[in-house]
């Protein structure tokens, strides 16, 4: 924080947003103490075992205190996807996403195991070698596709705006990562695989998800 005066204005503007952002998140919450469930699932040979905090009265409910990113959206889906396999009944089939710039929320899904088991592939497939898969242009691809307004040129374009970001903002880009630019540097990912694999997976959640603010 800046000192002296500026420093308490700057203090006093993001508490007004963080106490704004811990009352919805009560409210979400319904202020009550969250449970877990353990699982252990087989997809077929891929065994998923773990933990999933945060189960609320109305579902699970994951929250951070800044703009969503495809890999939150990503991180929720597939612990919504376990949560409607394990089909336990004492736990809501409906998951929530809350962050700085809005709340989606995730509703039950009845073709959870053969999602997972997709998911599955593809996940083994890119310990084999990488994949065209880069969460938020992949996401802002699969979205624009999706939209009854526009075509595949026009996703192409948002997902290369994505991909590229702002020429007045370092770094703003997702080709900016060193592990994307290693693997892709010398080619354009763009092709059909880059376009099936962003639907394949996006797609299947953007169709259950729906932001309510």
């Not at 087989?42 to 409910?61: A, E, Q």
Request: glycine share 8%.
């Amino acid at each position: 924080m800046p000192h002296g005066m500026a420093g308490k204005c700057t203090f006093e503007r993001l508490s007004q947003g963080v106490e704004a952002f811990a009352k919805e998140v009560r409210k979400q919450s319904g202020d009550v103490p969250a449970h877990s469930l353990e699982l252990e699932v087989d997809l077929n040979g891929l065994l998923v075992k773990g933990r999933i905090d945060g189960i609320r009265p109305t579902g699970l409910l994951q929250y951070r205190y800044t703009t969503a990113k495809a890999k939150d959206h990503l991180a929720l889906w597939i612990k919504h996807l376990l949560i409607n396999q394990a089909g336990d009944p004492g736990i809501p089939r409906q998951s929530t996403l809350l962050a700085s710039d809005g709340c989606w929320i995730y509703s039950p899904v009845d073709s959870s195991r053969e999602l997972l088991e997709h998911l599955g592939k593809i996940y083994l497939r890119g310990l084999e070698k990488p994949l065209p898969f880069f969460p938020d242009t992949s996401l802002a691809y699969a979205k624009a596709c999706l939209s009854e307004e526009r075509h595949d040129a026009d996703a192409l374009e948002r997902a290369r705006a994505r991909w590229i970001g702002n020429p007045y903002q370092p770094h703003s880009g997702e080709s900016e990562d060193d592990f994307y630019q290693l693997c892709f540097r010398q080619t354009d990912p763009f092709d059909d695989k880059f376009r099936a694999l962003a639907l394949e997976i996006f797609g299947p959640l953007l169709a259950a998800t729906k932001k309510i603010s």
